[in-house]
């Protein structure tokens, strides 16, 4: 929980963070702004290759745990210091690291505390339950970060996301005794490669073509970060269909079951994961955020509220679709005229000159998903309970499909936001944003959980710390593609477009998926996995 307060608290102001030009942000444009916020959530969840190898052989998960809460922690710290874009790229380096530790060990560990037979049947319900218990931290950060940001600054927002995931660390020391026995370091399988054979074989290339895709002349992929990441990630996804092919014959239907759901999964975080790129945008700009009167006052006094005003202070030049203007030296223009949220408010409609107005800060909205989470998780979890007595409960494979599926109906609901505010001519209801994260995080529950679920019943048991950094990697090319995705929204002047190519990504994801369904179910019934 404590490490999502972190995690989701700077993920959730990064990017306004990276493009604020009026409060001591790093004023970027948001193409550089996305492709830095896609580079560097796709990391943070390749490195857990690295981690989970290095857990399963040599370090064990308790430490590996710890290790990564600590980083992570520093890593915060480092990007409060403010202007200063050194620490700002070391920063994101050092939480980079220590996540690749972190992230797919505390997985494991429980799946671990459900090997015993007794507890078995229960895996995907205890997922589910984790998952519920985390997203507590996601939901419960942004006020935190809110607050912070808007009366103290960007650096204390930051820095209190490194106090939380240091408290994090505390309590998973406090609680050892209970996982101790989860925490075993896995035998080598005799074909398999050693830690240093597999780093050198497998590190050392990743990080000699990414450095490679950063150097060649033009861009393959849209930007040099893009190419890099993409050709630093081919030896990874090669040691990954190496170990299929080296795999005993027992563990290489589990092994390729696997890597076929990663292959799907990659289009679910490409759209998830623009909760903090295009949804934040659409939040910031497109959305009435005009707080309701009976809001209005204590949020006032208790210092959550973004205050605006009709003045004619200076700031940056935006077009009709928000996008800043530079002149030729490549500076934000600034002039006077009111502030940039009233620009698609009618005059008519706007408070008199000088009047403040209250609204509510953009990263709240980053906690309607989490909220979900927690209250729509007992429901998934009794509807599961209740189809498993009458012996009709999906498949974990099945539980994914139904998740990819949901989420492209999600998109459709921005789809119709686009079209209700006439593309941004006035404001769209914020009952459209909340509506389309209720919808998404249905099929998130369906899929991420399960997911995790799938990862610690299917691997096999000396590769159980690997497989799921193969679950992490492809969330990391699919957090890289959301990306790279968000850097095409200033492309689409009809914002519906960029919102049908999210529909078109899912419902084709699913599509192939609906196709293995059968054989992944296959699998799992003669591993008596389902």
């Known amino acids: 929980m404590w490490e999502r307060f972190g995690y989701y608290l700077m993920i959730g102001i990064f990017v306004l963070y990276m493009t604020d030009a009026q409060r001591g942000g790093l004023s970027m444009d948001r193409a550089v702004a996305s492709d830095i916020f896609g580079t560097f959530i796709a990391l943070v969840y390749l490195t857990p290759f690295i981690g989970g190898l290095l857990a399963d052989r040599l370090l064990g998960y308790r430490f590996s745990i710890i290790l990564g809460g600590v980083l992570m922690g520093v890593g915060y ?22 996540n690749g530790f972190f992230k797919p060990n505390i997985s494991v560990l429980l799946g671990n505390l459900y090997n015993d037979e007794r507890y078995k049947v229960l895996k995907d319900t205890g997922y589910n339950i984790f998952y519920m218990g985390i997203n507590i931290g996601a939901l419960i950060c942004n006020f935190f970060a809110a607050w912070l940001r808007w009366n103290i600054g960007w650096g ?21 005794k209970h996982y101790a026995h989860a925490d075993v370091v896995k035998t080598t399988d005799k074909n398999e490669a050693g830690v240093g054979q597999l780093l050198s074989s497998v590190l050392l290339p990743a990080i000699a073509t990414g450095i490679a895709g950063w150097m060649i002349p033009g861009n393959i992929f849209g930007s040099n970060s893009t190419d890099a990441f ?23 239907p589990r ?48 210092k959550m509220a973004q205050i605006v005003r009709t003045d004619t202070a200076l700031y940056p030049k935006y077009d009709e679709h928000f996008r800043t203007e530079r002149n030729a030296a490549g500076e934000i223009v600034k002039i006077a005229s009111v502030n940039p949220y009233f620009k698609n408010i009618p005059e008519a409609e706007r408070p008199p000159q000088g009047k403040d107005m209250a609204l509510i800060s953009t990263e709240i909205y980053q906690s309607v998903n989490p909220f979900f989470v927690v209250i729509l998780t007992p429901l998934i979890i009794f509807a599961f309970s209740w189809l498993r007595r009458r012996g009709k409960e999906p498949t974990t494979p099945g539980k994914i499909w139904w998740g990819l599926t949901i989420s492209a109906l999600s998109t459709l609901v921005t789809i119709w936001a686009v079209y209700s505010c006439h593309n941004g001519e006035v404001k769209a209801s914020a009952n459209w944003l909340i509506g389309a994260y209720g919808v998404i995080t249905v099929g998130e529950l ?35 593609l959301s990306g790279v995705l968000a850097t095409m929204w200033d492309r689409y002047d009809d914002k519906a477009d960029f919102f049908w190519v999210n529909f078109a990504l899912l419902a084709a994801a699913a599509a192939v998926l609906s196709l293995m369904l059968k054989k992944l179910n296959r699998i799992f019934r003669e591993q008596g996995l389902n």
Not at 77 to 96: D, E, Q, T
Not at 166 to 173: D, E, R, T, Y
Not at 255 to 281: C, M, P
């Open 446 to 480: 369906c899929l991420s959980p399960m997911g995790l679920s799938m990862v610690s019943k299917m691997s096999p048991r000396h590769l159980t710390g690997l497989m799921m950094g193969g679950w992490q990697l492809a969330t990391s090319l699919g957090n890289k």
């Open 77 to 98: 710290l480092m990007l409060a210091i403010p202007n200063n874009i050194f620490s700002f790229y070391a920063s994101l380096g050092v939480m980079i690291l220590g």
């Open 255 to 302: 092994i390729q079951a696997l890597l076929s759901v990663y292959a799907v999964v990659i289009i679910f975080w490409a759209i998830f994961k623009q909760n903090g790129t295009a949804l934040t945008t659409w939040a910031e700009y497109y959305t009435d955020r005009a707080m309701p009167t009976w809001m209005e006052g204590p949020a006032t006094k208790l």
């Open 230 to 252: 993409m050709l630093g990630s081919l030896p990874v996804i090669g040691f990954y269909l190496w170990t299929l092919k080296k795999a005993i014959p027992s563990d290489k």
């Open 156 to 176: 204390a927002a930051f820095a209190a996301a490194g106090v939380g995931m240091f408290i994090g660390v505390i309590v998973f020391l406090s609680g050892m």
